[in-house]
Nanobody
Framework: QVQLVESGGGLVQPGGSLRLSCAAS????????MGWYRQTPGKQRELVAN???????DYVDNVKGRFTISRDHAKNTVHLQMNSLKPEDTAVYYC??????????????????WGQGTQVTVSS
């Protein structure tokens, strides 16, 4: 199993910044990509940003130029630097990671894991 632990959420005023972090641990052979999603009540979870193992990034249009995703391969972590935050960025943010792990018997198995979510609230 692969576990993801998020940190860095909280309350911030409009225009402010937050940095989310997510650390992956467990039976990891490789991480092909990591990303962040967000969800508000009554809406589907949406992709915010992701980054592949070779550094290719993708962002939802309404965060381009404000958010930056980055990875620390040595620590199996991903960060999301969020600047110029707006009230509409308020959501629960979830970390996602996918790749190849290994079972207790040592067999390779694909995984697609999620964190527990961290609340980001942008309000004055």
């Amino acid at each position: 199993q692969v576990q993801l632990v998020e940190s860095g959420g909280g309350l911030v005023q409009p225009g402010g910044s937050l940095r989310l972090s997510c650390a992956a641990s467990g039976s990891i052979f490789s991480i092909n990509g990591m990303g962040w999603y967000r969800q508000t009540p009554g809406k589907q979870r949406e992709l915010v940003a992701n980054i592949t193992s070779n550094g290719i990034t993708d962002y939802v249009d309404n965060v381009k130029g404000r958010f930056t995703i980055s990875r620390d391969h040595a620590k199996n972590t991903v960060h999301l630097q969020m600047n110029s935050l707006k009230p509409e960025d308020t959501a629960v943010y979830y970390c996602n990671a996918w790749g190849l792990g290994f079972s207790a018997e040592g067999a390779g198995i694909e995984y697609d894991s999620w964190g527990q979510g961290t609340q980001v609230t942008v309000s004055s």
